[in-house]
């Protein structure tokens, strides 16, 4: 089993900032990607942004391309997300995942 907390999230004004953090715990193996997800009220979830096992390799989703920084500190089992420039569309509980784990989810509210 893995257990995945995610916290940071909050309410902020459009064009500030927060960061992210999932802190991963129980059976979790190098190598493994990890990500995150959002959904916002109404709407499917979708992919936000991932990160591979040594950080060298990340993806985001275009909406995020330029604002959001995926990274990971591995001796924490700890993956980030700085969040830029947020918009009121970035409105959404925000889900850590690694392999078929999800957290909690943490909610991040962007007003205008």
């Known amino acids: 089993q893995v257990q995945l907390v995610e916290s940071g999230g909050g309410l902020v004004q459009a064009g500030g900032s927060l960061r992210l953090s999932c802190a991963a715990s129980?059976?979790?193996?190098?190598?493994?990607?990890m990500g995150w997800y959002r959904q916002a009220p109404g709407k499917e979830q979708e992919f936000v942004a991932r990160?591979?096992?040594?950080?060298?390799?990340?993806y985001y989703a275009d909406s995020v391309k330029g604002r959001f920084t995926i990274s990971r500190d591995n001796a924490k089992n700890t993956v980030y997300l700085q969040m830029n420039s947020l918009k009121p569309e970035d409105t959404a509980i925000y889900y850590c995942?690694?392999?078929?784990?999800w957290g909690q989810g943490t909610q991040v509210t962007v007003s205008s």
């Open positions: 990160i591979s096992w040594s950080g060298g390799r990340t």
């Open positions: 995942t690694l392999r078929e784990y």
């Open positions: 129980g059976r979790t193996f190098s190598g493994d990607d």
